[in-house]
């Protein structure tokens, strides 16, 4: 049953909906981070789509690794990162 694929499209497709929205709001409230942020997104999605091309392209071994830079970015960046807007809003709110 293949897996791996949809998996990676789908990982992709909600990064990018998510990553979109996120940065629309950040535009909105003028979040000095922001730019950083949009570096930040387009890598991952670099990464994700790297990964994905080469599985299609054959290559189905996808090293313990790079899940596990994936998975250690995304929490990087939701806990470290993300966490930097909340504290922004946080200051302007008072």
Known sequence: MEVVGPVLQELKDYSRHHFTEE???????GYPGLQFQEKQHEFFIAQVTDLQDKYSKG???????????????LLSHILETDKKYGTFMHEVRE
């Open 23 to 29: 940065e629309n709001w950040l535009k909105i409230v």
């Open 59 to 73: 290559d189905g071994n996808i090293p313990i690794s790079t899940l596990e830079f994936l998975r250690d970015w």
